[in-house]
């Protein structure tokens, strides 16, 4: 089925290997001697470009002077598609990629792996892969590294919330008895809403019914009803009778004119906002029971680069306590080994949020359940 | 041969035309009329059937309407008599008005929303006012149609000043200066004479304004609230949140539908121009 390439693939190919052409006849003259220039392509916002462009790339280059670091920012992951339809393309025609190291979603690391684009990352290649707990190397089958991570949490102003909620129907129930003193923004615009939203539909339907790469079927979506409607009973109880802020920052914002008391937030934005002073000092984080949604944030290695050995180095020493300090101290992410490997510090500073947090639902339920929420919540029907 | 070079000339933008817009678009309504993979008897229009079907898409439609009526509306209530203004005063405050009153053409979309947020949210500049004047209660101004319509008007009142203005310039003062020296007065000049002479210009400043606010993405996406939501920023969801390639494009044919007829009635009003031309 797959013999026939359609035209568009081949134009995009010829085009890409025009491409690499020009860099490699570009790059050919003078880089002789020279050091092993990386080419480190990132998704991300631009918290992660200063965390990778200024703090981990010097760092590594300091310790492996025989390695420099080209970096290619993409931002909130545009271009991605380009990326990986270039990696494809030079395989394809049995060329090497100019990618040396990419940080992507787990969706193009899906993609790709089919198609023999991705090293299969072992201990012989990476020692310190040893500290990443297995479980998350298989959620992309040992396809990428996750070197740092994050989890909605809730956050909540120890000044108005004296006892705060422990457990999802803690939090329901104080929702109802603290009308207008919560809010979670629409599931479209930020994760952190997403999570509120995904919580209370996991407490109706079983999670591995919708995660894990369960086949999709729509019928089974009918047992999200009571969530809806427990989710639309909620409503009024919302800030300003049922106000969703568009987006993750807009309500750390609440948090911080302390319009809501408690909300649900990602750890590391959270974090990062009470250590700039952005929200009260008597905001604090924790996660409850069953714990909100997060995630990982992965690397990977084509297998078409021609400097393997500089990429497994860095992925390497991507896992040293130097470098996942560095992730935790600048971005306050949680660090991508498991945490028995981290300081005691750090894990004192984590301790309310450091706990296991849900799976996401698979991308088919996980829109379906946006839409949902539309039609069912925000919609009034 | 000069043919052939002017049709060269154009050559670019149609093609431009034709491989960016009307193909696309005419893929978009066959994918419309195509049933979803799975469903064997279903009547061409079944996409149809279930955008128009659902409660929650057709409040957005209908609400897209409304907004973009009162929108259009206001801001012409609000620039006809500024572009009278600026026609017939001759001061050194009215030429002052006409550069002060441009500047929101110079302000990017994006941030004449923010700037709008800011202005109207609960604890911004307006509330504070009304609230120090001892208004305690008042509808909330933003992350609702209010706020949609406010910045609508905000953003396109000097392109509506700026047709309407080129056509009111374009009327002959010795009309008016007659109309005057039998006896009319202001009200009674701009009525019979002001009114009717700029008829073209103002139906094309109303079929624009519909057009542009109708479309729009940017302003209701930032400004509007989570339901009912603005065509623009519902299409854009369920294209890329939900998935729901069909039901997008099924959304945008009807979007267009509405915006041809008002199309209509702008190439109506144009061409009638043309043939009252010299």
Known sequence: ????????????????????????????????????????????????????????????????????????????????????DKILAAKQANKPTDVDLWETDPTYVTQGAPNGLWVKLTTQLIPNLTRVPPDKLRATDYYSMPYRGSSVVIAYNTAFVKTPPRTLDDLLAWIKANPGKFTYCDPNTGGSG???????????????????????????????????QMLKGLEPAMYNNGFHPNGNVAVLQLLAQQNVYIAPVWSDMGTDYLKRGLLPKTVKLE????????????????????????TFTLLNWLLTPEAQQMVITSVSGYPGVDWKYMPASVRQQFADVAKPYAPLPDSKYFADMQRLWHERVAGGG | MRGVLGFALV?????????????????AVITTLTPATGVVTAAPLANYAEVLGTRTLRTDIV?????????????????????????????????????????????????????MITFLVGHGLVSTVLFRLGVERFPRLVYNATGIVLTEVWVSIPFAVLILGAGLQAIDDALIDSARDVGAGPLRTFLAIILPLNATPTMITLTLLFIAIFGSFTIPYLVGGNAPQMLGVTMTNYLTQYLRRTE???????????ASVIGIVYVASVSRRERAAP
């Not at chain 2, 005063?89 to 053409?105: D, E, K, N, Q, S």
């Open chain 1, 1 to 84: 089925m797959m013999s026939r390439k359609p035209p568009i693939r081949a134009v995009c190919a010829a085009l890409s290997l025009a491409l690499i052409a020009f860099v490699i006849g570009a790059a050919g003259p003078g880089a002789a001697q020279s050091p092993i220039t990386l080419n480190v392509y990132i998704n991300g916002d631009t918290n992660i470009f200063d965390l990778w462009n200024k703090t981990l790339l010097p760092a590594f280059t300091k310790r492996y002077p025989q390695y420099r670091a080209n970096f290619v920012p993409l931002l909130h992951g545009n271009g991605s598609q380009g990326v990986l």
């Open chain 1, 194 to 228: 997403q999570a509120f939203m995904v919580a209370v539909v996991y407490k109706f339907a079983p999670m591995a019914q919708y995660t894990g790469g369960a086949p999709y079927d729509q019928a089974k979506e009918a047992a999200w009803d009571p969530a809806w």
């Open chain 1, 287 to 310: 996660q409850i029971t069953p714990p909100l949604f997060g995630g990982d944030s992965t690397v990977t290695a084509p297998a078409g680069s021609t400097h393997l050995e500089g």
């Open chain 2, 11 to 27: 050559l670019p933008p149609l093609l431009v035309l034709v491989f960016l817009v009307i193909l696309p678009a005419i893929s």
């Open chain 2, 63 to 115: 609400f897209t309407v409304i907004v973009t009526l009162v929108a259009v509306a206001m801001v012409f209530c609000l620039s006809y008599p500024l572009a009278l203004y600026l026609r017939f005063v001759r001061t050194r405050i009215a030429a002052l008005l006409g550069v002060v009153f441009m500047v929101p053409l110079f302000v990017p979309v994006v941030i004449a929303s923010f700037a």
């Open chain 2, 248 to 258: 997008s494009a099924t959304m945008a044919v009807i979007a267009f539908i509405i």
